[in-house]
């Protein structure tokens, strides 16, 4: 098999992946900050890391995935100080729908999900250490770390130390020494989740717990950290800054892989559009493994666009592999060394998803071995892994935004009608709107069937 490279963020190049220990590849990816339903664009990274973690337990004895859930933050205290309930109740509420979009999307579990309120001791020991250090300061309260306190400071994002003081707001706070430095324990006030401290009582900033669970799963230094483009400034930045400082170690890991964005019909997903779709309701109108297939139809590293047309494609590139794999249940071990190929080129998926069809044209043919080849293969994409009878079985409604079945029943019948009375040309206009609906008609002895294109 050929080797697996990947875009590393921090080196701006493709690289070969050298696991510090083949034997046990280690991996980090940001988890959730669970204050409300996540929407697709949150929904990429679970799914494109899910398949990077597939594609090394193909190649290693051991692969530890590591994927944590901020449960302390203050997004969650105003949430539910706006919805009336307490900040358990909605950390609860919010993780166990975070857990069934993640089954929706076909997505196995992390071997470890820590949570951050576990692990408030190892975040106090490693501030600890870096104000010993000299890399942290306190501060009316507050711990701070101190950006010039590091050289490297900005190697992952390629920033100088100017951009960051110049990016940095205007009104910088009084306990500052530096406009770049940042928070790693903040004071609470009694209706604040806090926990006792030498700094007294506080809470964690989000960048050190990322820092702590990592180290507490993963050790000092571990192969692979993951997450969103929108991570790298300030969050991946902050994370290698602790961790690098507590440690004196040259990285945090030595691999930084980063997904690109995703828009709906070519727009940035924001509040202010209203086009936030959570993964919720994108998979009560279309399946589970439709929206997994669609968030996998572009590179990672490329923009996204989850367009009405790029959901209805992967749903029909599902039909057809579908058709190719029929009642075949089995997972075979015989991953297609091609397909395989396309994916060990820094997770090239639209190539693979390609490979799949080639795969599924051989099958159709009737060409021995390629129905377990496309099989085994698209289980390293987490797909195809119910039978043809199951998939069909599942409820689809992906069109329902244009046109639902007792519509098109009802323009079936007026056509009928318009034939009747040899009005060809109203007949024709129903069948032209049908079609621009993607509905296709089919007149036989029987009447008229009709399919969605
Ligand atoms: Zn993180």
């Known amino acids: 098999m050929n080797v697996l490279r990947l875009y590393n963020t921090l080196s701006g190049k493709k690289e070969d992946f050298k696991p510090i220990d083949p034997a046990h590849v280690r991996v980090y990816a940001c988890g959730p900050t669970v204050y409300g339903r996540i929407h697709v664009g949150n929904a990429r990274p679970i799914v494109v890391f899910d398949v990077l973690v597939r594609l090394l337990r193909l190649r290693h004895a ?101 951009d960051m003081i110049a990016g940095a707001r205007v009104e910088v706070a009084p306990y500052k020494r530096e406009a770049a430095d940042f928070i790693l324990w903040k004071p609470s006030n009694d209706d604040q989740p806090g926990w006792d401290s030498p700094w007294g009582r506080g809470r964690p900033g989000w960048h050190i717990e990322c820092s702590a669970m990592a180290k507490a799963y993963l050790g000092e230094v571990f192969d692979i950290h993951a997450g969103g483009l929108d991570l790298i400034f ?38 202010s559009l209203g086009n936030i779709i959570s993964v919720t309701d994108a998979s009560n109108k279309y399946r589970g493994e439709t929206l997994r297939a669609a ?13 009405h047309n790029a959901m209805r494609d992967a749903r029909n590139g599902l039909d057809r592999l579908y058709r ?41 043919k009737g060409k021995a071995g390629a129905c377990e080849a496309l099989k085994s293969s698209a289980a390293v994409l987490g797909l195809l892994q119910q039978t043809a009878n199951e998939w069909a079985r599942t409820d689809e409604t992906v069109t329902k935004d244009d046109i639902d079945d007792t519509a098109i029943d009802v323009l079936i019948m007026a056509r009928k009608q318009a034939r009747a009375n040899r009005d060809f040309a109203k007949a024709d206009e129903i069948r032209d709107q049908l079609d621009k609906a993607d509905i296709i008609l089919e007149d036989n002895v029987d009447g008229t069937t009709w399919r969605r294109r």
């Open 324 to 364: 190719a794999v029929g009642e075949f249940a089995a997972v075979p071990d015989r991953v297609d060394e091609e397909f395989a190929a396309c994916l060990l080129d820094d997770l090239n998926t639209p190539a693979a998803l390609a490979r799949l069809h080639e795969l599924a044209g051989l099958a159709n």
């Open 295 to 307: 968030l996998l139809s572009a590179h990672y590293r490329a923009p996204l666009d989850l367009s």
């Open 234 to 271: 300030p969050h991946h930045e902050n994370e290698i800054a602790q961790s690098c400082c507590a440690h004196d170690s040259k990285h945090m890991a030595h691999y930084w892989l980063h997904n690109g964005f995703v828009t709906m019909n070519d727009e940035k997903m924001s509040k």
């Open 62 to 162: 051991k692969v530890t995935y590591v994927r944590n859930i901020t449960d302390v933050d203050d997004k969650i205290n105003l949430r539910a100080a706006e919805r009336g309930i307490s900040i358990n109740d909605l950390c609860e509420e919010t993780i166990k729908t975070f857990h069934n979009d993640t089954a929706r999307l076909g997505s196995f579990d992390p071997d470890i999900e820590p949570r951050a309120t576990h692990h408030i001791d190892e975040m106090q020991a490693m501030i600890t250490t870096l104000i010993e250090k000299g890399h942290a300061y306190e501060a009316d309260g507050h711990v701070l770390f101190q950006v010039s306190s590091m050289d490297t400071y900005g190697a992952l994002s390629q920033r100088s130390m100017d």
